[in-house]
């Protein structure tokens, strides 16, 4: 339902038509209940402000004006509408429809200011290459002027493109070191901000009228972070630093200290700042077979001098020759000591950031877009699915007990959207009720407002056939449906610990599958379809990868 532009295929900037096209370009269907509606509207929502967030203003536009059409047009005519337990949720969707209206009017003039760039950019481009093709083909010139023009104009036409898409773009296969790290920094900086919400006093409510009041560009910016965390990044870099330096060293090269190290807020002593190459250069240099030059002899030190607090002694310097350097001293040579990071003497390992400088301060959510990693049968684009590759096992142990008693277990798969990828940060284990065959949530409303406190999206689900094979029951593929209207990358995991193959990752096909159990009104437990791919892997290939790195928590809703 939420999904992705589509993106021109030249991969030029979309006009706000386009955008509001491709908006309206969705399956709705008046049978699925209400309240999977609604949700698929909240996280439609919390996807645009990501994509806000991250400076993405054509896909914030086309979710904004989905919203709107789906709260509008759509639900306000659901069957369900006039129910009185509905009226509320459909008054508050139309509340959060008029935030929408303000945030494209913002968007708006973005949006065209670079489609426009973009046009009087392929204008010049075309005029140099016209130039370009009259320069090579005329025969008047000579050799050398002919070539200086030809120099000048390709100088011209390299000096004029535009990145109209400066964001890194990333394989999920490719990239899983990074994928983990950017997921990593990105939700520490997200639960930080949201816990400087919570300590600057502002309530679960307010903060939800603040996100969906018009344009939220950081709000949250001013209330400022805990000096704990910014002591704890300082020390980061510094340690990442460290590592960088020591690397070099091992190495055999010295470089000079990085511009990103901050100075520590203990004060050291001051040192000399003299290179030993200054040292040298005011004396004649030894000539060719003379004997070394004996040391220059250290002036005897005054009483007084005492009396002052004298620096700590520098680590002796390892034996050289005293004539290997006469022609030139070694590149960046100096006497100053590495830079100490912090009060800490031993730095953790950190060979892998360390030979790369793009990461030695975590890499920055913003500079990078994972691109879409399988398509949906009718050939929408699916966002890539980080799973945690140690899920399976811990929720096999939390649900162990019910599995030994032949009971199946679920649990909801919650996380966040980050650099066009959702990664799997909860494992939300609901209040249940199981049997042999089934497995049914309770108290769904408990589930969604903690989804909604820690500002998550449901991803998919998570079960066990603990006597059953690894396969979609009808009654599986029902309950998937619903998650895939809400967000068409949801995922179905199923353990089947007993059998082999012992697990798997599904999804709905669309077409035909959606279709199929959308408009399937049959009653009971196992009933077939007619149609046999009604569901397929989503991971060997797919859009869903496990990844190793990745931290997540269990949280545990159960009485």
């Known amino acids: 339902m939420a999904g992705t532009a589509r993106p021109s295929p030249s991969g030029a900037p979309l006009t706000v038509g386009e955008i509001v096209q491709q908006a309206n370009t969705f399956e709705y269907n008046s049978q699925i209940p209400l309240r999977y509606w609604l949700r698929s509207a909240d996280t ?18 086309l979710l904004l004006f989905r919203h709107a059409i789906l709260v509008l047009e759509k639900l306000s005519q659901h069957p369900e509408a006039k129910q009185p337990q509905n009226k509320a949720a459909l008054a508050a969707a139309n509340k959060v429809v008029r935030s929408d209206l303000a945030a494209m009017e913002v968007l708006k003039p973005r949006i065209e200011s670079r489609y426009a760039a973009y046009q009087e950019h392929l204008a010049t481009r075309k005029t140099q290459d016209a130039a370009l093709r009259k320069l090579e083909g005329g025969q008047e010139m000579g ?6 023009g030809r120099a000048s104009l390709n100088s011209a036409r ?4 535009v990145s109209f898409d400066h964001k890194t773009s990333l394989d999920a296969g490719d990239s899983q070191k990074i994928a983990a790290l950017i997921a990593q920094s990105e939700i520490r900086r997200r639960d930080t901000a949201r816990r400087a919400v919570r300590q600057a006093g502002v309530s679960e409510e307010e903060e939800q009228e603040r996100r969906t009041g018009g344009v939220w560009d950081g709000w949250e910016s001013g ?12 020390l980061s870099k510094d340690i990442i630093e460290a590592g960088r330096r020591r690397e070099s060293v091992q190495n055999g090269h010295c470089q000079r200290p990085s511009s990103v190290l901050r100075p520590s807020s203990y004060h050291y002593p001051t040192i000399p700042n003299k290179s030993s190459q200054s040292w040298r250069s005011d004396e004649p240099q030894p000539q060719p077979g003379a004997p070394p030059r004996p040391p220059p002899k250290i002036p005897p030190i005054q009483p007084a001098a005492f009396m002052q607090p004298l620096p700590p002694s520098l680590p002796p310097k390892p034996p050289r020759d005293p004539y290997a350097y006469q022609s030139a001293p070694p590149p960046y040579e100096s006497t100053l000591p590495p830079p100490i990071p912090g009060k800490y003497s031993e730095a953790p390992d950190t060979s892998f950031r360390a030979q790369s400088p793009a990461l030695s301060e975590g890499p920055n959510a913003l500079e990078y877009t994972f691109k879409p990693s399988a398509y949906l049968e009718n050939g929408t684009p699916l966002r890539t699915v980080f799973v945690p590759s140690t899920l399976r096992s811990e929720f096999l142990r939390v649900a162990a007990v019910n599995t030994r008693n032949n009971i199946e277990t679920c649990g909801i798969l919650c996380g966040t959207l980050i650099s066009n990828a959702l990664f799997v940060s909860k494992l939300v284990i609901p209040e249940q009720k199981g049997t042999s065959d089934t497995c049914e949530t ?6 969604f407002d903690f989804c909604d406190k820690e500002d998550l999206m449901v991803l998919g689900w998570i079960h066990t056939h603990p006597s059953q094979t690894c396969f979609m029951s009808s009654r599986d593929c029902h309950t998937h449906c619903g998650y895939q209207v809400m967000m068409p990358e949801s995922i179905a995991i199923v353990c089947a610990p007993s059998k082999d193959p012992s697990w798997g990752i599904f999804r709905i096909t669309d077409p035909p599958g959606m279709k199929t159990l959308l408009n399937c009104g049959q009653s009971g437990l196992f009933h077939p379809h007619n149609v046999d791919n009604i569901y397929t892997d989503a991971s060997k290939p797919g859009h869903v990868h496990e990844l190793s790195g990745l931290d997540f928590q269990i949280v545990d809703q159960r009485p």
């Not at 390299?158 to 493109?161: I, M, N, Q, V, W």
Request: glycine content about 8%; hydrophobic content about 20%.
């Open 44 to 61: 439609i929502q919390k996807e645009s402000r990501i994509y806000e967030r991250e400076g993405n203003d054509q896909q914030t536009y």
């Open 143 to 148: 050799g050398l002027v002919d070539g200086m």
């Open 158 to 161: 390299s000096s004029t493109r």
């Open 223 to 234: 209330l400022g972070r805990p000096q704990s965390y910014k002591e704890e990044m300082d």
């Open 442 to 447: 309770l108290n769904e409303s408990d589930l």
